[in-house]
T-cell receptor, first 111, second 112 residues
Framework: TQLLEQSPQFLSIQEGENLTVYCNSS?????LQWYRQEPGEGPVLLVT?????EVKKLKRLTFQFGDARKDSSLHITAAQPGDTGLYLC???????????FGKGTRLHILP | NAGVTQTPKFQVLKTGQSMTLQCAQD?????MSWYRQDPGMGLRLIHY???????DQGEVPNGYNVSRSTTEDFPLRLLSAAPSQTSVYFC???????????FGDGTRLSIL
């Protein structure tokens, strides 16, 4: 059974601070996706990483895929209240056609 | 562009009732999935399909049935609703196996 562990589960920080959230597994993934979900809506894709060691940037968000393709991190620089939401990582493997999600990190940025 | 459309948005059922949650996508995606989302549990995969006529079980399939008679539609059936099935249900579709998923807005289901 492949599991994706996200940490921390909750994070509340002041506007302007930096933060990192983590997504870890003992399984190897062919790709890993990060989603952001707001209340009452479905998850929306932020980025997909596919190559071990890959780094992708989306404005103030930096995503990294581990060299062994078992883990990933999301770093937010100078967090804004608009970054508040539930951040989910999801992994796809070459063994089957499932995409499995972690339990998410609920982020709250205080103004 | 409609994307992924789920109906209904809200539903209240009594224990033992049956119902079908509808999901339709207009992007000609081969892969479709149903997830349930509960507090503190993230999204758990119920059933998925890799194309018309093909379905398979996910992490939590018990109590749910699916079918995929067309590429566009992927309905989820609750045969005999139980309070443990109270949840928010999301349908998702994607073009290929490791491509990102497009989600509907969810169906909020309460079983009394």
């Amino acid at each position: 059974t492949q599991l994706l562990e996200q940490s921390p589960q909750f994070l509340s920080i002041q506007e302007g601070e930096n933060l990192t959230v983590y997504c870890n597994s003992s399984s190897v993934f062919s790709s890993l996706q990060w989603y952001r979900q707001e209340p009452g809506e479905g998850p929306v894709l932020l980025v997909t990483v596919v190559t071990g060691g890959e780094v992708k940037k989306l404005k103030r968000l930096t995503f990294q895929f581990g060299d062994a393709r078992k883990d990933s991190s999301l770093h937010i620089t100078a967090a804004q209240p608009g970054d508040t939401g539930l951040y989910l990582c999801a992994g796809a493997t070459n063994r089957d056609d499932k995409i499995i999600f972690g339990k998410g990190t609920r982020l709250h940025i205080l103004p | 562009n409609a994307g992924v459309t789920q109906t209904p948005k809200f539903q209240v059922l009594k224990t033992g009732q049956s119902m079908t949650l509808q999901c339709a996508q207009d992007m000609n995606h081969e892969y479709m999935s149903w997830y349930r989302q509960d507090p503190g549990m993230g999204l758990r995969l119920i059933h998925y399909s890799v194309g018309a006529g093909i379905t398979d079980q996910g992490e939590v399939p018990n109590g749910y049935n699916v079918s995929r008679s067309t590429t566009e539609d992927f309905p989820l059936r609750l045969l005999s609703a139980a309070p443990s099935q109270t949840s928010v249900y999301f349908c998702a579709s994607r073009r290929q196996a490791d491509q990102p998923q497009h989600f509907g807005d969810g169906t909020r289901l309460s079983i009394l």
